[in-house]
């Protein structure tokens, strides 16, 4: 039975990608109806608000979201849409895998590691306010309920995954009081998964880390800010942020995006990588239970990669979007 679910039509690249992921899922037999919106700052000024209050209402009824990016202004204007997003449906635990591809050459092979950032609080709950002209204060909020909530989610789903470890990224030596609960409430609930190593280590630490050894890690849980870093980081060392795709998870709801934001430097050149899109489409459609429709599409890009003769400019090729997509496919 077809299966209905939103899509959020962004801006910069993400209209772009937006097209090709849609016409990919269908070839892939999916059997998904889209109910489509566009969002951001285009959406505003043509009608007065960034997100429709039908786009909300589809999301509230389908639960199921794939989101393409949103350009955010920088240091003002309007707050983040996908922070909005994420605090409004308590979407609180940001799954982004980082995996290599045998077929993207990159300095270390066999990175497999999956980052859980806790998506609602730390400084990305903007709390700031300026104390005089001179001063601004932006408050650091960690609390209990969602350290818990976030850690048994990395910790869950290592067990689910057969994984064999989870490491705490934190700044507990310097931020005692906030980090420092952070690092207090990972020690209790890893005592609940005695199966699984529980390690923790410093921010600054593991971003050398993860540039000389990235093979050691496995599953990475953290806070917001150092999430939002590091799983940058990580897709440097799979090939860029082409290639990385996330879920924002919570009790009722979930949004599927890519990592990467709206490009605006190569928006409207055709030249666009929708292959972490594309994934982030593939983990939706794992979400709903469309597993086949997924895994064949993971195999046509495996098959399109390895491939490597339309490869977009980000990975190394000439390949514009449209012949990417052609060539996933052709292969469907
Ligand atoms: P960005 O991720 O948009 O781009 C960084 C670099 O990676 C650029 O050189 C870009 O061309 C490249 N890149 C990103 N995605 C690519 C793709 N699919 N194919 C080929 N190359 C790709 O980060 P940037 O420039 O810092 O942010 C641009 C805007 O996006 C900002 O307004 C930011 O707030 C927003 N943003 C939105 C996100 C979202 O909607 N989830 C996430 C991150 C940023």
């Not at 969602?146 to 990224?169: L, N």
């Not at 942020?241 to 430097?265: K, Q």
Request: with cysteine; net charge negative.
């Amino acid at each position: 039975m077809s299966t209905a679910i939103t899509v959020f039509k962004g801006d910069g690249i993400g209209p772009e990608i937006t097209d090709a992921v849609l016409r990919i899922l269908d070839a892939a037999g999916a059997d998904l109806s889209y109910e489509i919106f566009n969002v951001g700052a285009a959406e505003y000024e043509a009608h007065g608000a960034l997100i429709p209050e039908e786009g909300f209402a589809s999301f509230e009824r389908t639960h199921v979201l794939l989101k393409s990016p949103i350009t955010t202004p920088i240091g003002k204007g309007f707050r983040s849409l996908n922070v909005t997003l994420r605090k409004k449906y308590d979407l609180y635990a940001n799954l982004r895998p980082a995996k290599s591809n045998a077929a993207v050459k990159m300095p270390f092979e066999n990175v497999d590691i999956v980052i859980f950032r806790e998506n609602t609080e730390d400084l990305y709950a903007g709390v700031e306010e300026m104390i005089d002209a001179d001063t601004a204060h932006s408050i650091k909020i960690i609390t209990r309920k969602c350290s818990e909530r976030i850690f048994r989610a990395a910790f869950d789903y290592a067990v689910a995954q057969g994984r064999k470890k989870v490491t705490c990224v934190n700044k507990a030596n310097i931020m005692k009081l906030s980090d420092g609960l952070f690092l207090d409430v990972f020690r209790e609930v890893a005592k609940e998964y005695p199966q699984i190593v529980a390690e923790d280590k410093l921010v600054d630490n593991v971003c050398m880390q993860l540039v000389m050894n990235p093979n050691q890690f496995d599953v990475i849980v953290t806070e917001n800010l150092y999430g939002d870093i590091l799983s940058d980081l990580c897709s440097g060392l799979i090939g860029g942020l082409g290639l990385m795709p996330s879920s924002n998870l919570g009790a009722d709801f979930a949004m599927f995006e890519a990592v990467h934001g709206s490009a605006p430097d190569i928006a409207g050149k055709g030249i666009a990588n929708p292959t972490a899109f594309l994934w982030s489409a593939c983990m939706l459609l794992e979400h709903i239970g469309k597993n086949d429709a997924a895994a064949r599409i993971r195999c046509a890009v495996d098959e399109v990669l390895t491939e490597g003769k339309c490869l977009t400019p980000d990975l190394g090729g000439t390949g514009m979007t449209r012949e990417y997509e052609a060539a996933i496919i052709a292969r469907l």
